[in-house]
């Protein structure tokens, strides 16, 4: 295994990492909200359950952020280069295991991940660790087991 160095971007990486902080806290200190995209994303899909035009708002304007986000990254540098390096129908089928993953364990990496062990939730360690080892295992299996 080698280190390629020079994608190696620590100051990118930590403004990344704080932005995301940042935008947690606003959402749990102006809404009241955990930050969980997959729920945020899910509210937003199911026509007919939001209790009021501004539950509809804010969950629109946090997708459109995140959607905007790689357009404002342009003013100040490129985009890096988008490639699949596996298989399109592998990763339609990966898509489709961690939204099945994300259901079962009632939220997603930056619900549990990000805003559940900020809070010190126990559930929120226990979801993080079992995704975190099962996607370490599945790349394990995928790459030294069945070699794709």
Do not use: K
Not at 4 to 15: I, N, Q, R, V
Not at 113 to 137: D, E, H, I, P, Y
């Amino acid at each position: 295994m080698s280190i390629a160095w020079e994608l190696f971007t620590p100051g990118t990486s930590l403004a990344g990492g704080v932005l995301i902080g940042v935008a947690a806290a606003i959402m749990v200190v102006l809404l009241g909200r955990i930050a969980g995209i997959s729920g945020i994303v899910g509210g937003l899909l199911q026509a007919g359950t939001w209790r009021s035009t501004a539950q509809w708002g804010w969950r629109a304007a946090f997708v459109a952020g995140l959607l905007a986000a790689p357009l404002v990254w342009q003013l100040w540098a490129p985009l890096p280069e988008v490639s699949m390096p596996s298989n399109p129908l592998l990763i339609i089928a990966a898509g489709l295991l961690v939204g099945f993953g994300t259901r079962l364990g009632s939220g997603c990496t930056s619900g549990h991940g990000v805003c559940g062990l900020s809070r010190l939730s126990l559930r929120s360690l226990t979801a993080t660790l079992v995704f975190m080892a099962t996607g370490a295992g599945t790349v394990f299996v995928l790459r030294h087991m069945v070699g794709t």
